[in-house]
């Protein structure tokens, strides 16, 4: 079964910066939408970034928009997160996801594909 395979979380300070990288382990089907989505303890799982795999296309959540930037690298199938400005309030596990095409691409009901999961933890 493919896997999304995500790297790149860890500790940082407040104002810091990260960079989230996410691979398949093989082929996916059906993906038009790519997206990073994170959950915190207690809370429902949000989708902070996506992106259309065709156009490239970028949608973002209000929390994150000017400080996330989703891209990807078509040469090696990757897709990145870059989280500058980070706030505590970012603290969360961050999860990648690839699916099917529908407007914005963060609807969670819409992605097949989910990876493990990386945890960002922000600190004042």
């Known amino acids: 079964q493919v896997q999304l395979v995500e790297s790149g979380g860890g500790s940082v300070q407040a104002g810091g910066s990260l960079r989230l990288s996410c691979a398949p382990s093989?082929?996916?089907?059906?993906?038009?939408?790519m997206a990073w989505f994170r959950q915190a303890p207690g809370k429902e799982r949000e989708g902070v970034a996506g992106?259309?795999?065709?156009?490239?296309?970028?949608y973002y959540a209000d929390s994150v928009k000017g400080r996330f930037t989703i891209s990807r690298d078509y040469a090696k199938n990757t897709v990145f997160l870059t989280m500058n400005s980070l706030k505590p309030e970012d603290t969360a596990m961050y999860y990648c996801a690839a699916g099917f095409l529908h407007p914005t691409c963060l609807v969670a009901g819409k992605y097949n594909y989910w990876g493990q999961g990386t945890q960002v933890t922000v600190s004042s």
């Open positions: 992106m259309t795999t065709g156009a490239g296309s970028t």
């Open positions: 093989g082929y996916l089907y059906s993906t038009a939408c």
